[in-house]
DNA sequence: CGGCCGATTATCT
DNA sequence: GATAATCGGCCGG
């Protein structure tokens, strides 16, 4: 399947995070393929956002988001976590979409054996800090572009466009202090059946 | 299944 | 010095 075009990304957040439902989230390792189908995304855009982490203007760790779209942003978090984000929107302007959630397809006990936590194998790589663990992602990769087949992380189309009746919105997750109305737009996509149900009825791989 | 809570440190005020 | 785009373990129903 084809990389998705650096014109993809260079669109509303809002557009980009529901496109990259259905996409595959890919992760070159050891020339070997750890894969899911993106199934959760969150849409962060501008510095007006109080959620964005660019509300605090350019800062080091929000460069990136200024940069050309396309890019990761990948930050630390919780004093443990990393999560990645696909940077969005034409340069200069700070946006991006955070990945969520992935349905695993390729290398799943490779992905397994990533994951600290042995229990709720069910959930392997249900939560932004999950699937980044999953694959193995830190701040390493941060700024690399998503746009480069040859990269170690990339983003491959959907074989098929997903109907509007498979996408769910809603408010975006684990926004505490922010002040309304940023902590309740339904800036939140997610794929209804988030199951191994999904890919095979969809056709997917 | 759902709610509560501690872990742990980079980043910004 | 406070906070955080989370997770997993533990508890009760």
């Known amino acids: ?5 650096r014109s993809l990304f260079e669109r509303s957040a809002l557009q980009v995070a529901r496109d990259l439902l259905g996409c595959c989230l890919v992760r070159m390792k050891s020339g070997r393929r750890l894969s899911g189908i993106i199934v959760e995304t969150e849409a962060y855009q501008g510095e007006e956002d109080q959620a964005c982490h660019a509300r605090a203007g350019r800062t080091p760790r929000t460069e990136v988001m200024y940069g ?5 942003y990948i930050y630390f978090t919780y004093g443990m976590h990393w999560l990645l984000n696909a940077v969005v929107e034409p340069e200069g302007f700070p946006a991006a979409v955070l990945l969520r959630s992935i349905t695993a397809v390729e290398n799943v006990e490779e992905m397994a054996r990533y994951r600290p936590s042995l229990a709720n194998t069910k959930h ?3 939560g932004p800090a999950k699937l980044t663990q999953a694959l193995d992602l830190d701040g390493r990769l941060n700024g690399c572009d ?3 087949p040859s990269g170690e992380l990339f983003i491959e189309a959907a074989s098929q466009v997903l109907p ?10 684990g926004l505490f202090t922010v002040p ?3 902590k309740s737009v339904p800036w939140r996509f997610q794929v209804r059946i988030k ?6 009825s969809n056709g997917f791989f």
Not at 1 to 5: I, S, V
Not at 68 to 72: D, F, L, M, V
């Open 124 to 126: 392997w790589t249900d």
């Open 195 to 200: 199951n191994l149900e999904f890919r095979i």
């Open 180 to 182: 309304e109305p940023w």
């Open 68 to 72: 050309p779209p396309g890019h990761a």
């Open 164 to 173: 509007d009746d498979q996408v769910e919105t809603g408010p975006r997750v």
């Open 1 to 5: 399947m084809a990389c998705l075009p």
């Open 146 to 148: 998503l746009c480069d």
